[in-house]
């Protein structure tokens, strides 16, 4: 079976929530909670909501609480809410506000960070 990949342009503002079980490219702005597989958000690109994926790589701005099994933040991200992940990488640059739990139950614990340079 073939994965299916959905490409949101940077021309493209949506007011709701997202459910894809396609993997999902986000350059425009999102007003509204998303899931999906795998995002990939580009740079210009503006979440206002949470996300639940299998994995993402974000690179844009997110309002909202993350829980992604398999996150990376590069430099030019912003994050601002809580992150729960199983493992992440954050390049150096990257901006982060909020608390990164180990685990996406929330639950308190060692986190582990892996930094690019």
Not at 62 to 82: M, P
């Amino acid at each position: 079976m073939a994965s299916t990949f959905s490409v949101l342009g940077a021309d493209l503002a949506i007011k709701g929530d997202i459910t894809a079980s396609a993997d999902l490219h986000i350059d425009g702005h999102v007003q509204g909670d998303i899931t999906c597989a795998t995002l990939v958000q580009g740079e210009s690109s503006v979440i206002d909501g949470s996300i639940k994926a299998q994995s993402a790589c974000l690179s844009g701005t997110v309002h909202g609480g993350i829980e992604v099994a398999q996150l990376s933040i590069l430099k030019s991200a912003r994050i601002h809410g809580d992150v729960s992940y199983e493992s992440v990488t954050i390049e150096q640059g990257a901006h982060v506000e909020g608390r990164l739990n180990h685990g996406l139950t929330m639950s308190d614990g060692e986190t582990t960070l892996t930094l690019v340079g």
